[in-house]
């Protein structure tokens, strides 16, 4: 893999998600190299253009990309966006069998040009695409990785940290489980500057009552509904949480992130892509953390597990 400033990001898909992401590790810096690849040639041609006319104001950087899949060549991080997106009203689990039809599509050539690049899935219902991907690439665990609920727990910390009036930067607490409707929040081991959630009672900085945790995680589920309802689609938050990611695996960060992988013996759990708080560095992921669960908790991860299983199975991986 490149040195970080010689690394490479190779994004499949130039449609909001895409192209947001490009535009974002573009302005951090991330990589020295963005390329594109889209079926849509007008598009990606378009996009390319207008990011390259904004390289004057960023770090050092090539942003490049088109129709063929050679734009993805030695790519150090493969980010997969391409696919069909939710409408007002659908599900993620909605999109499973098109989107594991585009990844079966791309990923062999994707592999050939790319043999060596860890594989950032973002396209949904992401825990099945990231299983999806493992299975079709059989590269090692450690290198397929999907974007996960990092987004969700954003969105989860954010509504905590408003509700509190403190930075978000300084509430710890994660979403698990699908990246969707059956997703997890891990009340019991969340913290604001190291006081357990559960205790915290700070004059003019509220508490947070059982109703108002279940209007938090209401609200959670229901943001990427919300937004797509308003503007046909997500792209700055997730463009945020995926460039997150790309740092952490091309600086070496040893981040904890709650990313998607493969599960191999978490509490019994095993055989299924979902989000745990994991390390993630250079080299991928690592096992997840042995993060406290309530029984509730755990039971509610297992159920998640259930359903991504069923859908992964139904569509035959
Ligand atoms: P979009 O329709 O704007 O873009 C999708 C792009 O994929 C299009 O430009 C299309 O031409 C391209 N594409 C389709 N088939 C292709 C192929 N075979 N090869 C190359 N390119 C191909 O959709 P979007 O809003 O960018 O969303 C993309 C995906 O990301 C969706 O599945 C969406 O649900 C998902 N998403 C995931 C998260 C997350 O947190 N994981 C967040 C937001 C969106």
Not at 14 to 21: D, L, P, Y
Not at 123 to 128: I, K, L
């Amino acid at each position: 893999m490149g040195t970080e400033r010689q690394a490479k990001v190779g994004i499949i898909g130039a449609g909001s998600v895409g192209a947001t992401i490009a535009y974002a590790a573009m302005i951090r810096g991330v990589a020295r190299h963005i390329s594109l690849f889209d079926i849509a040639k007008t598009k990606v041609e378009a996009e390319v253009l207008d990011l390259n006319h904004g390289l004057l104001f960023a770090p050092q950087a090539t942003v490049d990309g088109s129709d063929d899949v050679e734009s993805l060549h030695g790519s150090d991080v493969v980010v997969m966006t391409a696919g069909a997106k939710q409408k007002p009203g659908q599900t993620r689990m909605d999109l499973a069998e098109a989107n594991a039809n585009i990844c079966a599509k791309i990923l062999p050539d994707v592999l050939r040009v790319a043999p060596d690049a860890v594989l950032l899935m973002v396209t949904n219902p992401v825990d099945v695409i990231t299983e999806v991907a493992l299975k079709i690439s059989g590269f090692a665990w450690e290198r397929v990785i999907g974007s996960g609920t990092v987004l969700d727990s954003s969105r989860f910390r954010f509504l905590v940290a408003k509700h509190c009036q403190v930075a978000v930067q300084n509430v710890h607490a994660y979403i698990a489980g699908e990246h969707g409707d059956s997703e997890i929040p891990l009340w019991s081991s969340a913290t604001i500057g190291s006081i357990p959630l559960s205790q915290w009672s700070v004059p003019g900085h509220g508490h947070l009552s059982a109703a108002e945790k279940d209007k938090i995680v209401h609200n959670v589920k229901d943001a990427g509904y919300q937004v797509i309802q308003g503007k046909g689609a997500t792209n700055y938050a997730v463009g945020l949480a995926v460039t997150n990611i790309l740092e952490a695996i091309l600086h070496d960060e040893r981040r904890v992130l709650p990313v998607s992988g493969l599960l191999r013996g978490f509490r019994g759990l095993e055989d299924v892509c979902l989000s745990l708080p994991r390390i993630v560095s250079r080299r991928g992921i690592e096992a997840p953390l042995p993060i406290p669960m309530t029984v509730d908790e755990e039971a509610g991860l297992r159920e998640s597990a259930d359903r991504i299983r069923a859908v992964v199975r139904g569509l035959g991986y």
